[in-house]
């Protein structure tokens, strides 16, 4: 039986309010708290308010840590102090205790300031100045504020990533992995992130009222938190215990970059994989908290979508949304909308639908315009939240003692197997091409990017048609062609048809190093040099790091369980531990893990750098790893042969060690999660026959070899693919499945995996050959 999810703590910021009281008086009062927008370098573009916090007063930040950092940063660290206060948590290092933060646009005003900075005087950056502009930086950050040393991760689902978050921590929280989570939100308002919604014709020169007049959204910022704690684990420590995680549901529209589908079907599919994730019926839903972002398609779509998934009873279930109160927070949107419900359904009031005048045209629920209508304590609730690259993300959350009254469903007893897998890499096309890699196959040349000089390994030239016929590159960008070939071989070698009926039900995480994609700097460069006139419009969309996930998506038919995830260096191989964990917990049938590395894009060289001291002695790589998970039983039923199964995943993080060099970074417990790692598979240290690493990383090969001693062969591709900070990992995996080295038959037919980065984020995998 899966474990339940109590929230025992919350925290916010946000225009509202900078903390949990002041939050609840503004949501009793029911006026908006959306204000102007004086930056004059953007007032010819329309929008006239936003849900803006100010100057951030707070002594206790001054000696966080984090009082220099970017401002969501700091956002997040008030919202987060305060959860964990509220919960009486106190962290000592001991708890088995995550963190993982959801983000949209992450550190844009650090992005910002670089840029402009590089426009004055063609600056060059340290490694520290680059780690701080990486999305994943955060939650080192964060974690290393509270000491935490368990999993770290970053959600980058754009607008829905609050939610995906919580759905991440439900997993570690529901197999017993962890006990607490610290799981939240953030986002900073940023006059590009203002620009490029403008140029969309999305935003409001009004106070936005979504679902009535005048279309459109204001912008927000802020940041909210929960202290997600293993039920018995809160009851044994008496915690006050102010809502339970009943399920989660997320899908992707796999209809446009930008655009919501305007059937509603993805929107729909998120909220029936909650509800079946909860086991709640329909008719038990009392409110449901909306995306409602103001805009004509958002607003009509999210509609449609409640109607399709109750019928004739939508009718009678109060919706509303607060961003007519607070503005769009985009990847804080879910943090601050959940604490809000939250506080709303301890005082027995439902949030008002802030703005609300008259019904616009599609949209014919009861959106509670109104302040101050009673909520009957003790209910259930669905929290929407929707995004660019077609993500959606519900939660079902209960305010009392209501999962006692469920039979919790039992987590997967099966193993989770690998069926498939596609690679696109320096080596060649196809996973075979990793089997026997000597260096001359590598595609080496040498680039000046950064000011810096480096040695590179490339992907040959190659269209997606020679893969699969009826797929075409045109119109698709590059990180997404690779990921998409990479998805398509994978797929294929699982067995799984190429009709979209036969992949809707497919999940799918994407795991990436860095959230820079193509567009930030056509994006942000132009507007910064051109007093922000708008000359790009179509590029804006793809400025989210989830965008390539929705490319491979829409390539693919993928419409199942969908995540981004955005940890660094080691993306990969922390994202294949989640996949498991997803399949475990029964949220798809099948779901394809992958990751992408792209050495056209200039935030990739930031990302190697963050990492890499000394880019002279590692040649940078790229390319993509797919792999398909799903049960073993399921496998052998439709036919298809199982490479492989995961056995166990181990994560922890160095809080010690957090931004500090590779000279300085001292590497410690490593070689005690990689005991952890086989003794939790149930097997000796004697059955490892291969292991998968970095050798350049002289801490992981010292680790191996203390546990493990001298009997196991070495995996390590990035002589020929070089180092490709999200696939590396997923590419030694790969060629260890494929070489033959690791005989299925022998005393020896384990694989472990290992990467440690040196900003302190270590993962384990062990794998049984079949």
């Known amino acids: 039986m899966r474990n339940r999810i109590a929230i025992t703590g919350k925290g916010v910021i946000c225009s509202a309010g900078g903390d949990v009281g002041k939050v609840r008086e503004s949501l009793l009062s029911g006026k908006s708290c959306l204000r102007s927008v004086e930056d004059p370098r953007v007032a010819h573009l329309g929008p006239q308010f936003a849900g803006l916090i100010g100057n951030i007063d707070s002594p206790a930040l001054q000696e966080s840590g984090v009082c220099s950092d970017d401002r969501y940063v700091q956002l997040a660290w008030i919202a987060a102090s305060e959860a964990l206060r509220s919960s009486g948590i106190q962290i000592t290092g001991k708890e088995k205790v995550g963190l993982i933060l959801g983000t949209c646009s992450g550190p844009m005003l650090t992005i ?7 426009i004055s005087s063609n600056a060059q950056f340290t490694g520290d100045q680059l780690f701080k502009k990486q999305y994943y930086s955060a939650s080192m950050l964060l974690a290393s504020c509270f000491g935490i040393r368990g999993p770290v991760f970053t959600v980058t689902t754009a607008c829905s990533a609050f939610n995906a978050a919580v759905s991440a921590a439900g997993d570690l929280l529901r197999c017993g992995m962890l006990d607490i989570v610290l799981a939240g939100g953030a986002d900073s308002f940023s006059t590009t992130t203002l620009a490029g919604f403008a140029g969309l014709k999305a ?22 938190f929960l202290v997600l704690e293993e039920m018995e684990h809160a009851i044994s420590r008496g915690a006050s215990i102010c809502g339970e995680i009943l399920g989660y549901g997320l899908s992707n529209d796999a209809y446009h970059c930008s655009a919501p589908d305007p059937s509603g079907k993805g929107a729909s599919y998120s909220m029936q994989l909650a509800l079946q994730d909860s086991s709640v019926s329909n008719c038990e839903i009392t409110y449901i908290n909306a995306h409602g972002t103001g805009t004509e398609a958002n607003d009509k779509a999210e509609t449609r979508a409640i109607r399709k998934v109750f019928g004739e009873q939508a009718q009678n279930i109060p919706v509303s949304s607060l961003k007519g109160m607070v503005g769009h927070c985009l990847g804080a949107a879910g ?6 419900s939250l506080i709303c359904a301890g005082i027995g009031v439902f949030p008002p639908t802030v703005n609300f005048t008259e019904p616009r045209d599609g949209c ?4 509670i315009p109104d302040a101050g209508r009673r909520w009957k304590k003790g209910t259930v609730f669905i929290k929407n939240n929707f995004a660019f690259g077609g993500n959606n993300a519900s939660l079902v959350i209960s305010t009392d003692d209501y999962g006692s009254k469920r039979e919790q469903p039992d987590l997967l007893d099966d193993p989770v197997c690998i069926t498939g897998m596609g690679v696109v890499s320096p080596a060649g096309i196809g996973y075979e091409a990793l089997g026997g890699v000597r260096l001359d196959q590598g595609h080496f040349r040498e680039e000046n990017r950064c000011g810096r000089q480096f040695r590179v390994a490339g992907v040959p030239a190659f269209e997606l048609s020679s893969i699969d016929r009826r797929l075409n590159s045109r119109g698709i960008e590059r990180a997404g062609k690779i990921a998409s070939a990479a998805g398509a071989l994978a ?12 992949r809707a039900e497919v999940g799918f995480y994407m795991n990436i190093a860095h959230g820079s994609t193509w567009a930030e700097p056509e994006h942000i460069r132009p507007l910064l040099e051109n007093n922000y006139q708008l000359e790009q419009i179509n590029v804006f969309p793809y400025i989210v790091p989830n965008s390539v996930t929705g490319t491979v998506c829409r390539v693919l038919s993928l419409t199942g369980y969908n995540s981004t995830f955005c940890n660094g260096p080691g993306a990969g191989l922390l994202g294949l531990g989640m996949s498991w964990l997803a399949v475990r ?7 394809l893990c992958g990751s992408v590395d792209d050495l056209s894009v200039d935030g990739f060289y930031d990302c190697f750098l963050s990492e890499i001291e000394d880019p002279s002695k590692v040649t940078a790589g790229e390319g993509a790893a797919m792999f398909l998970l799903e049960p073993l039983s399921r496998a052998k039923q439709r036919g298809a042969e199982p490479i492989c199964a995961i056995k166990n995943v181990e994560f922890s993080f160095d809080p010690s060690s957090s931004g500090r060099s590779a000279g300085e970074y001292a590497g410690k417990g490593l070689e005690e999660l990689i005991r952890n790692a086989v003794s939790g598979s149930g097997i000796g240290l004697e059955r490892i026959g291969a292991v998968c690493l970095n050798s350049w990383n002289d801490m992981e090969m010292k ?22 900070p999200a696939s590396s990992s997923m590419f030694n995996i790969s060629s260890a499945l494929s070489a033959g080295l690791v005989e299925k038959d022998g005393d020896k037919n384990y694989i472990l995996s290992i990467f440690s980065s040196f900003r302190g984020i270590k993962c384990i995998m062990v794998l049984e050959i079949f």
Do not use: C, M, W
């Open 112 to 118: 910002e300031a670089l840029f402009q900075q590089q």
């Open 203 to 224: 935003t409001s020169k009004q106070r936005s009222a979504p679902f009535s007049l005048p279309t459109g959204l204001n912008l927000g910022e802020g940041a909210g």
């Open 335 to 340: 943090a601050v909308e959940t604490v809000s």
């Open 585 to 591: 917990n029964r949220h798809a049938p099948a779901l």
């Open 364 to 367: 014919n629920l009861d959106y």
């Open 703 to 724: 680790a191996a070899r203390s546990a493990l001693g001298d009997g196991f062969k070495v995996i390590d591709t990035s002589p020929v693919t070089g180092f490709a």
């Open 491 to 502: 797929l294929s070698k699982a067995g799984i048809p190429d009709r979209p009926s036969a």
